[in-house]
């Protein structure tokens, strides 16, 4: 079964025919060419394919496009505004938060969307709020350091 | 340079930038493997055996073939009829079986499709006869049953390699001891579990030649095995290492998926990528290997050791992969450490029906280092002493021989306890080793006072670890890696180098080396990695190799480069070259800096002067392999160290650890960026948690008991401690810029300092890892009821080693004064 | 890639149209909410029904009403992350609030609905793996085959109840309301779940869980501490629910459910009657404790050893019961053990 959807994702919408049965992931990395995406399992089990609806994380391997005609998506793609890097972007680039990267976009949304509901989250706050995303390079240490840099920031506006 | 990089003041080294392809991978934009998308493409699978052990019988292939969108379907039947691996002495491997299936998860054939979904729909269509045999499935199994041959070759019935070294007399040593301990430890296989999963992507030109892009750490190796594979020229063949989405050692063989993807591309006309799912990943593993370990060690009563002998039994699984160098391993790396004047090993793998085992970070160094550190902490505990202190006291002595004759150059371990002992307030926490009365006073902790039913503990202990492979998994006698410097009228430098980039940034190093020799920015560098058909051949990034020898061989290229500038530009400005210096994008007089060209001018002049610039660097290690058999393993240009201390709650409820900090001195040799060194140590250790309490590679019933990122459990946000890490300089004189490697070594105290912190909180001496709480509870157990609360393994194979290789020990004697180095 | 496999997908608006679509389609169509317990369960074959009937669309199925004085009224489709942090539920019910935010992950919970964790699959370190690896194995009864591999001579299904909120709102006393085309009722939480591994809901497949309902506060407290391996991602291997009434310091009337040892949620009515009366001092939970790890018989399908969660269900409902009588921090995510 085949479906005509209108998919938002970063401010744009896309009229895509795909069937109803291809995950959110699976629409944005093969038919919207988004691939910043990642996937780990598939199963919802590590937190790499994490995008936001609204402006929460949600795992695109579990999430059907067909019930997101009227949602806001969010993609890594979609962080930067224009040509200006999203804080939390310019943070683990200079902390060096990001070594494969391959689970880097997935903790980028997850982060995104806690600063936006907690502008000054505890390191405690922040480890709670990415204990869905799995990263098998860092220790998270740099993670959560690039994260509070990007919080420090944003709360003083340079 | 490296030797004077000391008194120099740098622009770059040393600095804390971001990584070059940092930018790419924080919005998106860096492709892997699987995001590669070419026009026409198929979409492949494999079919994988559902038999742990068993012959093929019968393949057909018709029913999948006649599904519509399959547009190929491939046996072993279609491809050469070879034998591969990654090691020319176990030539064991076929990309898909033709005779024998060895265990769960090898590959039998493969589908090309229209997409992903019919090419798995079509998997299930291929008609596959077995004929089921008894499927081995640990060491005592396969050495109980010499009458069931998993493979036809090896050093005795279901035994890989069986190898014995012995450096002098090791049981004259153990007589003159004051202590002789002997203990047996287990170490749970485990594996990389990188976040990306394995992909590829080939493409067969009407040409007949072949590209493969895929996520692999050494693409010249699987270059060479494809060539071996489909039976074609080399020549024919480009391999491109993509980004890779973590490696940890698990991309560094050739895979069936690559093979796969090659042979259905040529034979469909198209594009194929196979990408592996999570399960397959884990049948891929050549990881950790499960190590059953017995270690006698002697000792002073001052700590000093006086001889150790060592005994390794590795569940190899069912193939060779780079078991032979893993077996070794196990062996040769733990006399870098100590003083440790005689050395016996003996080392046996043993074949066994599950997902082959290989090197994963560390390469079969943290298993031994696990059984010398814990049994230290037991030696240090009978001889009443501090176990960091007497680590101090005995520590190897730079510039000299270990007794298997590895030359060890600089060692900062001593300055690596004293930061972490300082940092972790050891002297004032650990107070004495545990005991009952102990338990009922105040345990380390500072602040938050621990509940009755929680102790607190405190554990310590160091490692070593080598800074590159002295040899090449196939000998000979070229350069290990090799740089291309090209500088352009603009100012810009390309570097091409073999050396792939899997998350520890050896792009980066490409471009700072040659930006702080050239005086240009690492941005104005332009860094072409991993290319077969385009880039010097760099063996892969593996055994900690990539920063030191494709650092030294960009060194020497820039230093080419440089002195043609210099040349130029002196001629210029009328002043000897040696007068000039490079810094801030201009070539100018050192001591009169308004007498300065601008980089691109000064290039524009060079290349006037000595047409194109375009310089090669070669590095190759120190040839100073022991001329013994089975020398090859262990010799490095340097031996990273590091040391850790570990504080822990353990819960004696309910047995559960949980770990509040874990500090960590790492002598680096030099940290050419001081945030990705840190980086890797902060990985490494997070590493060696999952593997010390919870990652296991287990099987039940013949199969992978947990292929899943659920059930294998893999440490979050919420599970990993607070990592300070301590980074110490010793500027090696065989590094670049005097630096030694950041990204394997630090993995290994971590697991014995946790194992020895544990003991510290609640007196249970976990002698196996991973340590679960129902180890825990089981020790304590033991304690109540007045036993050695030990929890391990409890015997040792029947075995018998080959007899050894007897040879004198070197120990003591002198390093070589500055080695040779070929192409220097 | 795992893929779903392919399946018609209908999004009604209503609950009455839910209904229908799903008594118009018979055994071929299965509900989702949330998708993160259906749909890994598809990826891996374990299910393959050819219609779906989402009820995401479905606003009468979201949102928390209602108060402590009168109960609350939870919509099936409410977010997990949305219970976790609902001030009413957290004051009033903390079990249940603490519950919520320990499924899974946080963006699973952002998906997951507390209708989908309360009848969330049974589980089976057997029978949660793919088609591949179970065939590899050989299938079981609950998919494919014949048997069951953890007690290959039982003529039942022991995959384990795998619900953090099951046990919770048994414990607090809820009842569920089930729609269907031919009418509604609503029937007492602990009536919904069956001993049977397969056939572990009590609800009819044409039926919807529209809503939980809690009833009034009224003086009970409630505490949920959960056993697994890390602190995220990991389903139960054992969940300990108590609810005590409290009249002054003397329990008046007490609840203690234990989830992830069965095929469903295990009450241990003994030792809440033991309760009953007394003072919740460290000897009477002891006591306690002991009681309520009698009927707990995990077996070998979960991560961890069975006879260490048997053990631990001793040490869970002393620490939970230790925790609302003010003797151990409560609901301390210490003691919940990442």
Known sequence: MKARLSLTVNGETHDVLVPVHKTLLEVLREDLGLTGTKHGCELGECGTCTVLV????????????????????????????????????????????????????????TAQALLADRPSPTRQEIKEALAGNLCRCTGYTKILDAVELAALRVGVPR | MSADAGKHEFAVIGQPLPKID????????????????????????????????????????ARARALPGVYAVISGADLPRVRFGILPVSQDEEALCTEKVRMVGDAVAAV?????????????????????????????????????????????PNVHKNVSLQFGDVEAAFARSDLVREDVFFFEGNTHLPMEQHAAVAAAGPDGKLTLWSSTQTPHYVHRLLAKILDMPAAHIRVVATPVGGGFGGKLDAFAHEIAACRLSQLTGRPVKIACSREEVFYIHRGRHPVLMWIKTGFTRSGEITGCHLRTWLDGGAYGSYGVASTFYTGVINPVTYRMPVYKFEGARVFTNKPPCGPKRGHGTPQPRFALECQIDKAAEQLGLDPAEMRKRILAEPFTKTANHLTVTTIGLGECIDRVVEASGWRTKWRGFFSEEATSRARPGGATAPSEKKRRGMGIACSAYLTGAGTAVYWNHMPHSGVILRADRSGSVAVLCGATDIGQGSDSILAYLPAEILGIDPKDVHVHPADTSLTPVDLGSYSSRVTLMCGMAAIQASQRLREVIAQAVARKLAVEPGALAFRDRKVGVAADWERAVDFPQAVELAEAMHGVLAFAGSY????????????????????????????????EET????????????????????????????????????????????????????????????????????????????????????????????????IPAIANAVYHAVGVRCDEVPITPEMILKGLELRRRGKPARVGPERIPLFTFKAPVVVESAFGQPADAIAVRPFQ | MLRLPPFTYLAPRTVDDAAKALASHGGAAMLVAGGTDLYPNMKRRQFEPSVLVGLLAIRELRGVRGGAR???????????????????????????????????SPQLRN????????????????????????????????????????????????????????????????????????????????TLFRDDGIEYLAKRPDEILTDILLPPADGWRSAYLKLRRRGSFDFPVLGVAVAVQMEGDVVRDARIVVGAVASQPRPAPAAAAALVGGRLTSELIARVAELAAGPAKPLDNTDFTHPYRKKMTRVFVARALASLAGLAPAGEPAAEVA
């Open chain 1, 54 to 109: 609204d402006e929460v994380p949600v795992l695109s391997c579990l999430a059907l496009p067909a019930d997101l005609a009227d949602a806001a998506i969010t993609t890594v793609e979609g962080m930067a505004e224009g040509g200006r890097l999203h804080p939390l972007q310019q943070a683990f680039a200079e902390l060096g938060a990001a070594q494969c990267g391959y689970c880097t976009p997935g903790i980028l949304l």
């Open chain 2, 22 to 61: 940092a930018w790419a991978k924080v919005v998106g934009e860096t492709k892997y493997a699987d995001d590669l998308f070419l026009p026409r493409m198929a979409y492949g699978r494999l079919l994988r055996s559902p038999h742990g052990h068993a012959r093929i019988t019968r393949v057909d292939t």
């Open chain 2, 112 to 156: 090309a499709a229209v997409d992903e979904e019919t090419a798995e729909h079509a998997c299930r269509l291929i008609d596959v006869d077995y004929e089921p045999l008894r499927a081995l499935m640990s060491i005592e199994e396969s050495l109980a049953h010499p009458e069931v041959r998993i493979h036809e070759y090896g050093d005795g």
């Open chain 2, 620 to 651: 190759a290690p120190p040839r100073r392999a022991g001329k013994y058999k089975g020398g090859g393993v262990g010799p490095s240009p340097c031996y990273s160290y590091s040391a850790c201390v570990v504080e822990l709650t353990v819960d």
């Open chain 2, 655 to 750: 047995g559960e650890i949980e770990l509040h900090d874990v500090w960590i001195g790492h002598d680096i040799g030099r940290a050419l960026n001081p945030l990705l060194a840190e980086g890797q140590v902060e990985g490494s250790v997070y590493m060696g948690i999952g593997e010390a309490l919870m990652e296991g590679q287990v099987f039940r019933k013949g199969v992978h008991k947990n292929p899943s990122l659920l059930e294998y459990k893999s440490p979050t946000t919420l599970e990993t401690p607070e990592i300070h890490t301590f980074l110490v300089e010793t500027n090696d004189p065989e590094g670049p810029f005097g630096a030694k490697e950041a990204g394997q070594g630090p993995l290994l105290p971590v």
């Open chain 3, 70 to 104: 009168e109960g609350v009224t939870l919509g099936s489709c409410t977010t997990l992350s949305a219970v976790a942090v609902h001030p009413e539920i957290a004051a009033h019910y903390p079990a249940l609030a603490t519950a919520a935010g320990l499924v899974s």
């Open chain 3, 111 to 190: 998906m997951g609905t507390i209708g989908g964790n309360v009848c969330v699959d049974t589980r089976c370190n057997y029978y949660n793996q793919s088609y591949e690896w179970r065939k590899a194995v050989g299938f079981c009864m609950k998919r494919d085959g014949a048997i069951c591999l953890v007690a290959p001579r039982s003529p039942r299904c022991w995959a384990v109840s795998s619900s953090d909120t099951a046990p919770v709102l048994w414990s607090l006393g809820a009842r569920v309301r089930l729609r269907s085309a031919a009418g509604e009722r609503t029937i007492p939480v602990e």
